[in-house]
C-alpha cells in the first residue's frame, strides 16, 4: 500500500517557469514532511522540509505548501532552472516511527 | 568527506551468487537503514538498525540479512542473487527518533546477469 501518492510521474518545464510536483497522504499520524532531490547516480538528498503546524515554508526559489485538512502538500520551484532537472521525492513520517515513506517521484526537466 | 559512504558503486554478479554491500557514516547518527530503489525509482525501506540492533524489517526475502558491527556501519549481504534483486540500493543514516535529515548514501548499482 502506497502510505504517499505522488504525481505527476514527470514533469517539463521552461526555464524561468514554475515547477509543481503534488503529494497527499492517508495517515494522520504523519508529522514531517520532507521533500529530497536526487541527481543521475546520486543518492536523495534533503531539499527542504515541513511540520504540520505551519502551511507554507520558503528556502531560496523552493516552497512547500500544506493542507492538513485535505491531507496534500506539494512543492514548488519558481523561476525553474536546467540545474534543477532531477528527480523529486516527497515523503512523510511519524515522530519516533523511524520509518520515512516516500512518493514514487516525479522526474522534472527544465529545458532552456 | 563522505558522510554517507557504500562499496561497492557497482556490482555486476551472476545468479546464485553471494555477495555483499558495505556502509559506513561518519556523522555519529545512531540509526541507519537500507533502502531499495527499483527501475521505477521507487523507493523502500528494507531494514532499520539503531545502534546495531533491528528496529524495522520489512517484508524482505531471508536471502537478504543485515549486519551491524558498530552504529557507524551497516552492511547488506545477500545470498542467492537473483534476476530480481537488480536494484540500485541505498544506505541511509539519521538520529533516533528524529525523521529530519535523513542522509543517503550515493547508492549501489547491483546487475544480476
Known amino acids: 500500500q502506497q502510505q504517499v501518492k505522488q504525481s505527476p510521474q514527470s514533469l517539463i518545464v521552461q526555464k524561468g517557469g514554475i515547477s509543481i510536483i503534488n503529494c497527499a497522504y492517508e495517515n494522520t499520524a504523519f508529522d514531517y514532511f520532507p521533500w529530497y532531490q536526487q541527481f543521475p547516480g546520486k543518492g536523495p538528498a534533503l531539499l527542504i522540509a515541513?511540520?504540520?503546524?505551519?502551511s507554507e515554508k520558503k528556502e531560496g526559489r523552493f516552497t512547500i505548501s500544506f493542507n492538513k485538512s485535505a491531507k496534500q502538500f506539494s512543492l514548488h520551484i519558481m523561476d525553474s532552472q536546467p540545474g534543477d532537472s532531477a528527480t523529486y521525492f516527497c515523503a512523510a513520517s511519524q515522530t519516533g516511527a523511524n520509518n520515512l515513506f516516500f512518493g514514487t517521484g516525479t522526474r522534472l526537466t527544465v529545458i532552456p | 568527506d563522505t558522510a554517507v559512504s557504500q562499496t561497492p558503486k557497482y556490482l555486476v554478479t551472476q545468479m546464485g551468487n553471494d555477495k555483499s554491500i558495505k556502509c559506513e557514516q561518519n556523522?555519529?547518527?545512531?540509526?541507519m537503514y537500507w533502502y531499495k530503489q527499483d527501475s521505477k525509482k521507487f523507493l523502500k525501506i528494507m531494514f532499520s538498525y539503531n545502534n546495531k540492533e533491528l528496529i524495522i524489517n520489512e517484508t524482505v526475502p531471508n536471502r537478504f540479512s543485515p549486519k551491524s558491527p558498530d552504529k557507524a556501519h551497516l552492511n547488506l549481504h545477500i545470498n542467492s542473487l537473483e534476476l530480481g534483486d537488480s536494484a540500485v540500493y541505498f544506505c541511509?543514516?539519521?538520529?533516533?527518533?528524529?525523521?529530519?535529515?535523513?542522509?543517503f548514501g550515493s547508492g549501489t548499482r547491483l546487475t544480476v546477469v
Open positions: 515541513i511540520r504540520p503546524d505551519v
Open positions: 541511509a543514516s539519521s538520529q533516533i527518533h528524529s525523521s529530519i535529515g535523513y542522509t
Open positions: 556523522l555519529g547518527h545512531d540509526t
